[in-house]
T-cell receptor, first 114, second 118 residues
Framework: AQKVTQAQTEISVVEKEDVTLDCVYETRDTTYYLFWYKQPPSGELVFLIRRNSFDEQNEISGRYSWNFQKSTSSFNFTITASQVVDSAVYFCALISYNTDKLIFGTGTRLQVFP | GAVVSQHPSWVICKSGTSVKIECRSLDFQATTMFWYRQFPKQSLMLMATSNEGSKATYEQGVEKDKFLINHASLTLSTLTVTSAHPEDSSFYIC??????????????FGEGSRLTVL
């Protein structure tokens, strides 16, 4: 069975604070992909990152960084120096090669206040 | 980059009518498309997976006679909500993938379609 858990339902921070969004996943497959998406109020999904199960290197893209740890089945997302425009719902998602279904976590609503 | 377009973006209909939502891959051939449903402040729930030329595979609990999915070409999949009722009001999003995407994990999402049934 596949499962994605985002334990944080809502997070509120003040601008310029760093914030980490947690994601824990479950899968029996050895080949899988993990994703993070941003969903602003308009509804469309904005792709942030895709990482395959064989690549545990952490990644940094501007103010965004991701920490992938297979040992703890986690794929956490950190926003450094948060901005008001970062306010959105963030979804972690998983698709495994064998089941071939993209499963989403319940999402974390991030509010960044000025 | 690859673009997936959904139409309409917004639709309001009366209870009992049927509504068709289109999902088009504009610059690539989508061998597989996924349809999701999202209620307000909730996550995206997979409804069905469709492969071009084949019948869609529905997730448990999704009524296949109510949510008709057609994937007749490599660039178009449609979701028809038949005899819509207010509880069908939701945000529907499609996702498309090429053959290569099965190995790379590359997926492309449409902008979503917001259905309101009065």
């Amino acid at each position: 069975a596949q499962k994605v858990t985002q334990a944080q339902t809502e997070i509120s921070v003040v601008e310029k604070e760093d914030v980490t969004l947690d994601c824990v996943y479950e899968t029996r497959d050895t080949t899988y992909y993990l994703f993070w998406y941003k969903q602003p109020p308009s509804g469309e999904l904005v792709f942030l990152i895709r990482r395959n199960s064989f690549d545990e290197q952490n990644e940094i893209s501007g103010r965004y960084s991701w920490n992938f740890q297979k040992s703890t089945s986690s794929f956490n997302f950190t926003i450094t120096a948060s901005q008001v425009v970062d306010s959105a719902v963030y979804f972690c998602a998983l698709i495994s090669y064998n089941t071939d279904k993209l499963i989403f976590g319940t999402g974390t609503r991030l509010q960044v206040f000025p | 980059g690859a673009v997936v377009s959904q139409h309409p973006s917004w639709v309001i209909c009366k209870s009992g009518t049927s509504v068709k939502i289109e999902c088009r891959s504009l610059d690539f051939q989508a061998t597989t498309m996924f349809w999701y449903r999202q209620f307000p402040k909730q996550s995206l729930m997979l409804m069905a997976t469709s492969n071009e030329g084949s019948k869609a595979t529905y997730e448990q609990g999704v009524e296949k006679d109510k949510f008709l999915i057609n994937h007749a070409s490599l660039t178009l999949s449609t979701l028809t909500v038949t005899s819509a009722h207010p509880e069908d009001s939701s945000f529907y999003i499609c996702s498309a993938r090429t053959d290569r995407g099965l190995n790379t994990g590359e997926l492309f999402f449409g902008e979503g379609s917001r259905l309101t049934v009065l």
